[in-house]
């Protein structure tokens, strides 16, 4: 990973993104599995167990939440 990719990992576990934290996204509650996952620029997933059916699943980080966690990191 850059340190690009790496600052902005952090700046989103400080929000919320890490493991073992439950986490409501699209309207379903998950229990996040991994850190964050930088795939490209915006691309960012998690690794989560969907609390109703149990099934996991690889969830995409909103953008908008991805945005604003790039947004801090150039304010700071």
């Keep these: 990973m850059t340190e690009k ?3 902005l990992c952090e700046r989103l576990k400080r929000m919320g ?6 986490m ?4 379903e509650q998950f229990e996040l599995l ?3 996952l930088i795939v ?3 691309v960012v ?10 099934q996991f699943r ?4 909103p953008l908008t939440i991805v945005n ?3 947004a801090e990191r150039a304010a700071a």
């Design 5 to 7: 990719q790496v600052r």
């Design 17 to 22: 993104f890490t493991r073992n934290n439950q």
């Design 24 to 27: 409501r996204l699209y309207g």
């Design 34 to 36: 991994s850190d964050p």
């Design 40 to 42: 490209g620029d915006h």
């Design 45 to 54: 997933f998690v690794d989560a167990i969907e609390k109703t059916s149990g």
């Design 58 to 61: 690889r969830v995409r980080i």
């Design 68 to 70: 604003i966690a790039i």
